[in-house]
């Protein structure tokens, strides 16, 4: 194991869920400690997807910790210094277009307000059904920012969703060793089969 603290932050992209635990799985048997977070509405939403309590519980199990879900819990990550990573998958596109532009009013937007004033990397894996349409500005901004990573992305149903974008969690790992390096997992396109 690496011995690293990684940050794994989910947003509401409740579709995406089972390919993220998958991810998270991954992370929290690579690094010896992974510290969950839940925004607002991953940790208190039923879906068709499975209940909050039933994420809560995977996500605790796969932690060992349950997992932050308010801005008081995470505001400590900076100050303390507490992360070497952040990782948000899902990053919504209403999470994207908060952090492009400055908006800190979410459990995952201060998180990465907070462990960003370390300089520090975070690792963002994209699933919107607008990344080609109005969440499309809003990536390419975060892509130029310092110490702002994508795991690679593509459009995920060319012909059902043609405007829709997402991460392949299954790459989350390796972009995560990537961001720590400080470097971009390439290439970023890529083309996502079903």
Known sequence: MIDQTVGFALCGSFCTFQETMAALKAVSEKYT?????????SAGTDTRFGTAEEHIHTISSL?????????PEVEPIGPKKLLDLLIVAPCTGNTLGKLASGVTDSTVTMAVKAHMRNQRPVLLAVSTNDGLAASGPNIMELMQRKNIYMVPFGQDDPKGKPTSLKADMRLIPEAAEAALQGVQLQPVLRSLSK
């Open 33 to 41: 400690t992974v510290i969950p977070i839940l925004s607002e509405n």
């Open 63 to 71: 932690c060992g910790r349950r997992p932050l879900t308010s801005i």
